[in-house]
């Protein structure tokens, strides 16, 4: 038996945490897509506007290179960017006549003695501007954006004009624009899981509030879902509140027919007795009174278990144990007040039985019955609680809190194979003592129906134990 708030409160935590973990998983997802699209964006718009640049420059050379006629010191003057004038500054222009046996060379101070690479070597194809654009590695190893443009000027030469600028300004500015991008969004992250924790929980609130309140429902503490519960879980409500409505008319129909069948069957018994008895010296009367005891022991017995299963689907049956033994205790004194039987109790007062009383003093009256019987001066009773969840696995009940009922007596006890044959029923080791061998096979029958077992042993006092186990509180 699970404890009454475990089970459904760890179904809604479980879907609590599975709406949180989807909620989480989709925003990672699309915060990080969003982020690789925007860092690509803003690296293509700062190329665009890098390549704006290196046009201009571009534009004014092809100009510079169109006016031959303009005197030579003021040739490729017009730029007016000092980080031409720097050598190796990674700023560079260079412009190639190759219409004749050897390539006239002219570029900017800052190449120094070096040449650029030539884009076209490098696959880059022309666009529709007329132009090359690409990413190439610079005299000391810089990384370069380079453009390009193939000047043809007929009878005054064909020329290669060439611009580079240093592309760590865009890998920087993208750099830094990922740096904040990734800030941001990670503040975003944190403000978004927060708002789907709330939510998830705000959300689920109801759900948790009829776990909670379906779990005092089976322990007892409540009939029914009472309060006000949003639209969409109002519905589940009322379709439960009506479930267990019609469970309980359910049962008590099935206690009826059961109680019709009883009075039905017992008649017609009591006349076969009554006739039979009439005849006390016929042989024939006398095997009618005794197989008739036997079908009035039968029937008690299936009756007696039919009543228990019907009466097991109704749920929040809870009942206090301490108090039920003691009355018991009393009850059995008084019945072997001859036999001068001292009878011991140690209950948990905290021991609560998840059933209804009258099942539980059936199957402990039957167990302190038998030990009385056979006890030579003391039986000791000893109830205890396990709430651990081995408890349920060594037991052999489902995993919860456990009820224990130890019954002791200082008797001859049983061997192994006499325990076996006592439990079975209408199995009795001595004919002379009084009952129908019945008890013990009731007490297993009802455990069982209770998800409980009953199991025998060696008392430390030096006969019989008796354990029964049932599902708790």
Known sequence: MQPPNERPNRRASSLATRLFVSATAWVVVILLITGVVLSSVYRSASERAFDRRLNLYLRTLVADVATPDEPPDK???????????????????????????????KSSRSLWDKKLPNLEEHGNELTAAGIRIGYVDGPEGQSLRMVERPVDLGADGKYLVMVAGDASEIFEETRAFDYYLGGTFAALSVVLVLTTIFQVRFGLAPLKRISDAIADIRSGRAERLEG?????????????????????????????????LAHAIKTPLSVIVNE??????????????????????????????????????IIGTVTEVAPAIEALRRTMEKIHRDRGVVIDV?????????????????????????ACKWAESRVFIEVLVERAGNAGMRSGVEAGPLLRIIVDDDGRGLSPAERAQVSRRGQRLDESKPGSGLGLSIVVDLAALYGGNLTLGSAPIGGLRAELVLPGV
């Open 75 to 105: 040739q490729m003057q017009s730029l007016g960017e000092p980080l031409f004038e720097l050598p190796l500054s990674g700023w560079y222009w260079q412009v190639t006549r190759n219409d004749g046996e050897k390539p006239d060379v």
């Open 228 to 260: 006000e519960f949003p639209v969409e879980i109002a519905p589940l409500a009322r379709e439960t509140n009506a479930l267990i409505d019609a469970n309980r008319e359910i049962v008590e129909r099935a206690r009826t027919h059961v109680g019709n």
């Open 276 to 313: 039979a008895s009439s005849r006390g010296g016929d042989p024939l009367a006398a095997k009618v009174l005794e197989q008739a005891e036997v079908m009035r022991d039968q029937v008690a017995h299936h009756l007696e278990r039919a009543r228990i299963a019907a009466r097991l689907t």
């Open 346 to 370: 140690e209950a948990d007062t905290s021991a609560k039985f998840r059933g209804e009383r009258q099942d539980l003093e059936e199957m402990a009256g039957n167990l302190v019955d038998n």
